[in-house]
């Protein structure tokens, strides 16, 4: 019963924490005035931001009690004023409140599976277990190197031992709740935006439907997958607003950049689909070429300081192979061997395709789109062109690899497919919205 009472108390320990800093209330009337910002939109924003802070604090000896502490606090004055906010507008309340139940419901479901399942999977224990004990014993980031895959970006780790540290049971698996909580509120703010609140019953069904096809417990067992996952939901989210604006607000650019170059450190290809991803954010906004050479400056700063960061002060930093080893170049002697490789990846981009149903709604829905409304297939171009250049980078991956192709393929080409497949959730969401709201 002490445990049940205590996974409750988690999901409100997530709310309170992630109210603070941001609010709806100073957003849509001091910086966004155009915009309007869901429950789950400023949860979404505060996650990142707070990632951003976790990051921060993990190079300095910080008692990650009293951050915690300090972190309740704030939550608890800047939640009062949230809910201060949406008890006063009558029309939403009761929706507001049935949609945040269904909410509660799904989180709550998943923190008690997870809760069920204690098991580590085997790149939890062989991987990011070490760091996640290493901070949880309030080790210095600067001895790092002493423990196995040092190299590995340290950051979901790092949130892992915080909420383990400062869960009242002082159980492990409370740190991994924290991926569960920031997946089911990234696809909540995706839903709502897209849909938003005119048909309270259709965003449910299609929350749930959403959580159903792309939940699966087995990457809850110390995986960093989700952690990706949410973050790209939540930037393919944010990029749908970029998009409507006819003259790109920079302000508003410049803050997705910054929240979303979190990822770098979740996983080593975190820095691919950050430079991806902000690369068409680029391309396809309406800046002048200063502005333009100002925000390609931005955006790779943080890859540089990443670099920076873990070779001089760390004093560990490596890919999990080299960039372009030597065997790359013998592939192309051989059209064989390179046939064969490029049949073999695309084999295993079927099978994913096939665990991961996601992929085929999200492909299906794209072709509907193309078919029915061009003007709307027109419309979804950036998330398009990141389909084909993240397709691309999955061949290159897998071509340049020095390791057992077939088995590298076999072990983790399905979880390098979902954690991307997100972006693209926009593609049945929005069809949703043209023939069902």
Known sequence: MTEILNIFLQFFIFLTIFMFPINSYYLENNIFKDFK???????SLNILIHLNLFLLISFFDFDMNKYFFILIFMGLIFGFIEIKKYLKNSKLKKESLLYFLIFSLISLSIF?????K???EWDAINHWIYKVSHFYYGHSILNMENIRFSEYPHLGSYVWAFFWKNSLLNQEYFG?????????????????????????????????????????IFLFSGYQAYLLFSALVIASRFLLEHRKIRHANLIFFCLIIFILQSIIWFKDEGIFYYILFATVMIFYGSFNIKKKICIILLVFSFPIIQFVIQKFIMGTYAFQAEIIPNSFFEMFKDPKILLYKLFLITKYIFITFVKYNIWFL???????????????????????????LNIGLIYAIYL?????????????????LFQTSGIYLVFPLVLIKKYFN
């Open 37 to 43: 910002f869901s429950l789950y939109d400023i949860l």
């Open 112 to 116: 008690f599976q997870i809760a069920e």
């Open 118 to 120: 204690l098991i580590l």
């Open 176 to 216: 991994r709740l924290f991926y569960s909580f920031f997946y089911v509120v990234s696809i909540f703010s995706l839903v709502t935006h897209i849909l938003t609140n005119k048909n309270i019953k259709l965003n449910i069904i299609t929350s749930l439907f959403v959580i159903i096809i792309t939940y699966d």
């Open 362 to 388: 999200n492909l299906f829905s794209l072709v509907i789109i193309y078919f029915v409304d061009k003007k709307l297939f027109k419309s979804l171009m950036p998330w398009i062109v990141i389909l084909v």
């Open 400 to 416: 340049h690899t020095p390791y057992d192709l077939k088995l590298l393929l076999t072990v983790t080409l399905d979880r390098l």
